[in-house]
């Protein structure tokens, strides 16, 4: 290994690389850095829908394997269908299913889903999709809500993310938030063992083995799996909830991730100074992986098991969930490891289309599903499972552990999961997917489509080309690239406030001087565009990175995160509100795509998932679009996502025309014919000052303010075709404070979807601030101190009605003030760095809440 500065380095061309004729609704948080250019980025992307979305936003590789390469950019756009923009200070969250559904918890966030989202979403380049959705757990009060659901590694997730984001500031500012979210599963801690328990199904694996053992006859083990519902006498008996839901389990997945949260709120109370902190939670740590080893760990098996609550019973069979510990770290020795590969045969858990989630000798093993539920676990091949088992792989294989677990053995199995996220010859990727039959398992029609509860661009980036992140100012790579690649490129992948590339070019003969760049044999890797470190081989990489990574990943943190003032999560409740005067109605009683499609913060194009209104089978050439805000603001522009299938034999296409109207009835923006409309894509319309109605058009002015509370937009239609539109934006600067309009919070929410829970949404939006009814609260999110740094500050409620109202910070504390008619109420408050959650619940009466205000000290 070798470095040189001797290569000249490239001419940075900065990352407004593009072609695509769209305008962006807002600009890049990192568009200050440069990059190099060695890729052509349009031709990746040019056939999935928002292609600028992807130049501004993923990282780009270029590798020989086909499937991977097409694999990896699908995979990316199921991300983007999954980034849910909930509303103002609120930010992004991502989903696991693609509609909302009852069992999910706050804006549709679903705990057991919600770690992968965060190390796979790490990799792109806007950090606050992943940065919203951390606080929607350690501020935003998800598990507070719903009550502890689903199982997950939120923490360890939380922890990674800074790892590769450089952005310490803002992991140790989660660290309360973290504790609080650790100790609300005190609760399913037993006594006796000191190990945590939850049934298999809220470790989110239905039909799991446990339940076969104790959901027959007499709490015994199933014998037969169809028992025609005959009673146990007359030899039936079997209790099939039990065997679906699973008895409450000690399971080795769940103490793994508990183990590892606790040692990083340890790592992370260290980085703040505080030992005993730290000390407390990583011999906690120390203790509860000793009891896992001592009680989860089968020495028959010579592997990690399940043991059911209580009675101890020994669930005695290999299930994959017993090759996540070491994916936390915990089983990394040469006992566990012979174990491990002992699990790894063709009787075991390899199978055609990734490994099995039973081991295949086990008598419950099933390797075709024996029920249309979609989800069992004793036998089918899940992209969840196997992402965590490649990350298992990959951590043995990268530090020479094993002579079964190779990089040529991880390979075999990254290979097949690869191979696995297709249908039809196409990439797709659904719940669940049979272990020796080409074909997904878990594939409901409008529900399943682009599943995300599994990682792909983690494990190509992590496992595959071996870039493992880390605080501080040292870069290493353990590619497990195969030997016999000669070539490769990684171009805009972000890592400590930079964008890094990576170009591995056997004899430099593949990545050309001249247009793409200049590279030279062998694998050289640039920041920001300008070469660092070059070796002459692809082996191990440690290497110091040629920049600040604290200030530069602090820069980055500090840009500011534009916010979308038209979604509402609980639309069509309350406000924002879109309404349209048509809806495709075609039995006269159900309206199929509904306005508030447009703003429920949910944004793709296909023709099924849907997701969209449209004014097909309208009687008038044109579809007429309300938008109502809480309160009047400024705003320069309005981002329409137009949907066009008629690609797919549909009849909606671009509009012919588009015109604008602000409150007043001005003509904001006017264009007929709407020439630069790009179907299937976010249309970014600046608005331009007022003309008379009727005239062709407005020359947009990006720098023309509007100020109004009321938008109406009308889309005529080409000859022959409709108009849809599946999401209406406009984006504005952040609100920094001090003050914050009550009016522009959320007023409750569901709990899950329309099936779900709903909670607080008892509020009116009226006189320019909030009358809170019965049950009501409205929520503030990312409420800062000036500084934006934590501390004591003054909180003013300016309000008023008869009533009293509890005011939460983050979901932790509360105050009471109370109003006889209209008042400031200032209580004094911590606030934690940066953004936070301030909630005001209606205790008693009918109180109204203008605004807050907040001032430091
Ligand atoms: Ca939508
Ligand atoms: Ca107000």
């Known amino acids: 290994m070798r470095s040189t500065s001797t290569v000249v380095a490239l001419i940075a061309l900065g990352t407004g690389v593009t072609n695509a004729t769209v305008s962006r609704p807002y600009p890049p948080a990192d568009s200050y850095l440069q990059t190099t250019n060695f890729l052509n980025h349009s031709s990746y992307v040019q056939d999935l829908d928002d292609p600028q979305w992807y130049l501004d936003n993923i990282p780009f590789i270029d590798v020989p394997d086909q499937s991977m390469s097409d694999v990896y950019y699908y995979r ?218 001592n009680m989860l760990y089968s020495q028959e098996l010579n592997f990690w098991i399940d043991v059911v609550e209580h009675t101890n019973l020994r669930c005695e069979g290999r299930e994959l969930i017993g090759t996540y510990p070491y994916r936390f770290g915990i089983g990394m020795n040469e006992t566990y490891i012979r174990g491990l590969e002992a699990s790894l045969t063709q009787e075991g858990f390899l199978s055609e289309f990734g490994p099995t989630t039973l081991e295949q000798t086990n008598s419950y093993f099933t390797a075709l599903k024996n029920t249309t539920y979609c989800c069992v676990w004793n036998g089918q091949s899940w992209p969840f499972s196997t992402s965590v088992y490649l990350d298992t792989l990959a951590r043995i294989a990268r530090n020479g552990l094993s002579s079964i677990i190779t990089p040529a053995f991880f390979n075999q199995e990254m290979t097949k999961y690869t191979l696995t996220n297709y249908k039809d010859g196409v990439p797709y990727t659904a719940e669940s997917h049979y272990p020796s039959v080409d074909g997904w398992s878990g594939d409901t029609g409008n529900h399943s489509e682009h599943y995300l509860h599994s990682t792909y661009l983690n494990n190509i980036f992590t496992d595959f080309f071996g870039i493992v992140p880390d605080f501080g100012d040292t870069l290493v790579l353990q590619p497990l690239v195969p030997s016999n690649w000669s070539h490769f490129a990684i171009e805009n992948l972000p890592y400590h406030g930079s964008l890094l590339s990576f170009v591995w070019d056997q004899d430099g003969s593949h990545y050309k001087t001249g247009t793409y760049g200049n590279s030279s044999a062998g694998f050289s890797i640039f920041s920001n565009g300008t070469l660092f470190h070059h070796q002459p081989t692809l082996c191990a990489v440690n290497v110091t990175l040629p920049f600040n990574t604290t200030q530069a990943a602090a820069t980055l943190a500090s840009q500011p995160e534009w916010q979308n003032i038209v979604a509402n999560p609980n639309s069509p409740y309350n406000l924002p509100r879109i309404t349209a005067t048509d809806c495709l109605n075609l039995n006269g009683d159900f309206c199929a795509f509904p306005a508030w499609k447009m703003n429920d913060g949910l944004l793709w194009y296909d023709t099924t998932p849907d997701n969209r209104w449209t004014n097909n089978q309208s009687q008038y050439p044109y579809g007429t679009i309300n938008i109502t805000l ?51 894509a976010l249309n970014t319309i600046s608005f331009a000052a007022p003309m008379a109605n009727g005239t062709n058009t407005t020359t947009p002015d990006t720098g023309y303010t509007v100020e109004t509370g009321f938008l109406q937009v009308v889309l005529s239609d080409k000859l022959r075709y409709t108009t849809a539109v599946t999401e209406i934006q406009i984006w504005v600067p952040p609100n920094t404070g001090p003050r914050y309009e009550a009016e522009d919070g959320v007023i409750g929410t569901f709990i899950g979807s329309y099936e779900g829970k709903a909670t607080g949404l008892n509020g009116t939006i009226e006189n320019g601030g909030v009358t809170l009814h019965a049950g009501a609260w409205v929520e503030l999110s990312d409420v800062r101190r000036a500084d934006g740094g934590a501390g004591k500050a003054q909180l003013t409620i300016i309000g008023g009605g008869n009533g009293t109202v509890e005011v939460q910070m983050n979901w932790l504390t509360n105050t009471t003030v109370s109003f006889q008619g209209p008042a400031n109420k200032t209580i004094e408050v911590e606030m934690w760095r940066g953004g936070n959650w301030v909630d005001l619940l209606q205790t008693s009466g009918t109180p109204f809440v203008d605004a807050v205000v907040v001032s430091d000290g």
């Open 76 to 293: 990316t756009s199921v991300i983007k269908r999954h980034l849910k923009w909930v509303a103002e200070g609120q930010g992004w969250v991502s989903t696991e299913f693609i509609h909302p559904v009852s069992w999910s918890s706050k804006f549709q966030s679903t705990p057991d889903s919600a770690p992968h989202h965060v190390v796979e979403l790490r990799w792109l380049r806007d950090l606050n999709y992943v940065k919203n959705h951390i606080q929607q757990y350690t501020r935003g009060g998800v598990e507070k809500l719903s009550g502890v659901t689903f199982t997950h590694y939120m923490h360890q997730a939380i922890y990674e993310h800074a790892q590769s984001t450089g952005d310490i500031d803002f992991l140790t500012s989660q660290l309360d938030g973290m504790i609080a979210m650790y100790e609300l599963w005190d609760k399913l801690r037993d006594n006796t063992t000191g190990l945590y328990h939850r049934t298999p199904l809220q470790d989110a694996q239905e039909y799991s083995l446990p339940g076969f053992l104790v959901g027959g006859p007499s709490g015994g083990a199933m014998h037969e799996w169809d028992d025609f519902g005959l009673s146990a006498s007359q030899g039936g008996g079997n209790n099939y909830g039990l065997i679906w839901s699973g008895p409450e389990t000690y399971r080795p997945s769940m103490n793994a991730y508990m183990v590892a949260g606790a040692r990083v709120i340890g790592q992370i109370a260290a980085m703040v100074g505080n030992n005993s902190l730290s000390h407390t939670w990583s011999q906690y740590a120390g203790d509860l992986q000793t009891k896992m080893e």
């Open 630 to 680: 809480p309160r009047p603001r400024k705003m320069n522009a309005i981002s329409l996502a137009i949907f066009d299938d008629t690609d797919r034999g549909g009849v909606a296409a671009c509009p012919a025309g588009v015109k604008v109207v602000n409150g007043k009835g001005e003509v904001v923006a006017y264009k007929n014919p709407w020439t630069d409309c790009v179907g299937n």
